[in-house]
């Protein structure tokens, strides 16, 4: 309060769940102490982007049942889970609003996107330039051990989001991170040379990052990617077979 003028009071933030994270997310509020992008971050970013965006273009070219496959997967998320945590500090990040890690939140919008995707998948069935790379992919599930394609994916998820939705995002802060993190998640997933699977990162690349925005930090945007991943890996391939036979 000034002399003579009473400060405007703050403007209080919504009780409902979708009310709170779009006021997190026109505020910015919950980037309350943002980690600068420091000379350290942007080299060690550019490092990891260029040697994760090879290891993942080798990666999901490896043909199904190739025991190698594992490997590499493994070798990629150690690529992603260096890169984010030798950059600086990763932020777990908070329920916006409410006291609490944002799980649930994340497991809903999670099953929101799978649902959508899954509706999506019905189409690209019946479009066979489409379906078959995406098959080729969850061919390593269906003729390798499912388990450890699981395990592989998920450990994937969540250390991909530590370096994108971590790091990255932390390096562009300063420059539209939602938009720079999603095109550049995008662009390392295009290496591996299957349409839909650019599609699928470009849309997840921005949900996450929203979800950066709106809970501070990166356990929101793993529990999703996470939650997301499973449900395509389980669910795609009985829809694609069910809708093309």
């Known amino acids: ?8 009071m703050p403007e209080p933030a919504p009780t409902t769940l979708l009310g709170r994270y779009r006021h997190a997310f026109r505020t910015g509020e919950m980037e309350t102490a943002p980690v600068p992008p420091t ?3 942007l080299v060690v970013v550019v490092i990891t982007l260029v040697v994760g965006t090879a290891v993942s273009a080798w990666a999901l070219r490896i043909p199904p049942g190739d025991t190698m496959f ?6 990629l998320a150690a690529v992603w889970l260096v890169g984010a945590f030798a950059s600086g500090p990763i932020r777990v990040g908070c329920e916006p609003y409410r006291p609490g890690r944002p799980i649930l939140s994340s497991v809903l919008a999670a099953t929101a996107l799978a649902l959508v995707f899954c509706v999506g998948a019905v189409v690209v069935a019946q479009i066979e330039p489409l379906r ?3 098959e080729a992919l969850l061919a390593h599930a269906t003729v390798g051990n499912l388990a450890l394609v699981a395990l592989l994916t998920a450990v994937n998820g969540a250390a991909e989001e530590c370096f994108h939705r971590g790091a990255v995002y932390s390096a ?3 420059i539209h991170p939602i938009l720079v993190t999603t095109l550049i ?3 390392v997933t295009a290496a591996a040379g ?8 470009l849309v997840l690349g921005l949900v996450t990052a929203v979800q950066r925005r709106c809970t501070g930090g990166v356990l929101g945007p793993i529990v999703t990617h996470v939650v997301w991943s499973m449900v395509m ?13």
């Open 233 to 245: 890996l389980f669910a795609l391939s009985p829809i694609f077979d069910a809708a093309s036979g």
């Open 172 to 174: 562009t802060s300063r």
């Open 70 to 75: 594992y490997p590499a997967t493994a070798l």
């Open 39 to 41: 000379r350290r971050r």
């Open 1 to 8: 309060m000034t002399e003579g003028r009473i400060d405007p």
């Open 132 to 134: 078959e790379p995406v």
């Open 185 to 187: 998640y995008g662009a």
């Open 194 to 201: 299957i349409p839909l699977l650019v599609v699928a990162a």
